[in-house]
């Protein structure tokens, strides 16, 4: 019996490529490197089941290229480099990897934060440029957390696991989310919901943690940094374009906000170039979910969706 063509677009731990051996005929794409189109096309053309990462455009062009796609399993759990719609109208069913990298990403964000209101990746530059430099009373002097709020914007699953990260550094905590926690995780966390200027308005840091879409496109802009304290901080480990990035160059050029501390970027790999030079961005390469335990599990879950699939089964996180 012919095995069901099964095409992984960029490298994932073997573990999941294990997995996928045993019901699929697999062609694995096996370089870091983001895989050529002509390729991909190539490969796609038999292609019933494909495993992509974030950096494929799951697009028109993609699904012509498919013409029996029956499923993409996305390595990652933010899904907007899918077009659903148009997966939708062809009858592909799409899934992603929600929970595996909640804590990986939580603990992310959290480092940001640490990272960006005490000044530490100023103080590596200071060290390794071999500035002269003495223990001072005054030196790069940052801000405490305890008893700071904490706006979390988006409280799902990585927002909350931040929020209990940054409880046990004494933050206070307010949300702004379309629906509100569970009673019991509010009581927890001791979390307050608020509108979303009230949110920037008073937090001392404030945390993106929603999806990427239209609605979100540039949520953070120079309007929404205007409405921040000159000595608040901004966090984004969720997806680039939620902030407008030139505003917030500007922003921390001028003293709008009094840091930034940035895991993904809007026209990724390109940072923003007026970023580059300010001492009060903290900018990390998209490691939200980079633990070897955390990808591991994040290839196996979108593998065991293809696996469901291919045995008659519904997948396990359809999107
Ligand atoms: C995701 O899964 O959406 C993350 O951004 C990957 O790190």
Known sequence: MTRPRVVVTGRIPEPGLDLLREVGDVWAWTSDEVIPTEIRDEQLASAEYAVTLLTDRVDQAFLDAAPALRMVANVAVGYNNIDVPACRARGVTVTNTPGVLTDATADLAMALVLMVTRRLGEGERLIRSETPWQWGMFMMLGTGLQGRRLGIVGMGAIGVALADRARAFGMEIAYHNRSAVAPEVAERLGAIRLDLDELLATSDVVSLNCPYSEATHHLIDADALGKMREDAFLVNTARGPIVDEAALAVALRDGVIAGAALDVFER????????????????????????????????????????????????????
Do not use: F, K, W, Y
């Open 268 to 319: 990724e790999p390109a940072v923003e170039q007026g970023l580059l030079g300010l001492d009060n961005a903290v900018l990390v390469p998209h490691l939200g979910s980079a633990t070897i335990e955390t990808r591991t599990a994040m290839a196996t879950l979108a593998a065991r969706n293809v696996v469901a699939v291919i045995g008659g089964n519904d997948p396990i996180t359809p999107v």
